[in-house]
Nanobody, 123 residues
Framework: VQLQASGGGLVQAGASLSLSCTDS????????MGWFRQAPGKEREFVAA????????DYVDSVKGRFTISRDSAKNTVTLQMNSLRPEDTAVYYC?????????????????WGQGTLVTVSS
């Protein structure tokens, strides 16, 4: 599995961004997928996850109601739609794939990681 994350950028508070994660060589449809983020000087933290079918999702409390994770098996893509962005959302965002087909929260539940994409939200 070689995950590629994209879609980061510099936006103002209140704006939206859509992050995408895909793998050109392997179908992601059997993997649980997640997004994590890491701000400077902080540990990597869970943001959102989706199970293999897309029928179950999970979010950290701080993004509930603002972020939406979804997957498109036909496009082999997992998307994190981020609305109402805040300066505290600034971080490098990583997509990850788990061999467990569930929506998992822990870093150690994930076996493959993308390279990260930077999201910067200015106030």
């Amino acid at each position: 599995v070689q995950l590629q994350a994209s879609g980061g950028g510099l936006v103002q508070a209140g704006a939206s961004l859509s992050l995408s994660c895909t793998d050109s060589g392997r179908k992601l449809s059997t993997y649980g997928m997640g997004w994590f983020r890491q701000a400077p000087g902080k540990e990597r933290e869970f943001v959102a996850a989706v199970n293999w079918s897309g029928g179950s999702t999970d979010y950290v409390d701080s993004v509930k109601g603002r972020f939406t994770i979804s997957r498109d098996s036909a496009k082999n893509t997992v998307t994190l739609q981020m609305n109402s962005l805040r300066p505290e959302d600034t971080a490098v965002y990583y997509c990850a794939a788990s061999r467990f087909p569930v929506s998992a929260r822990e870093v150690f539940d994930y076996h493959y990681w993308g390279q990260g994409t930077l999201v910067t939200v200015s106030s």
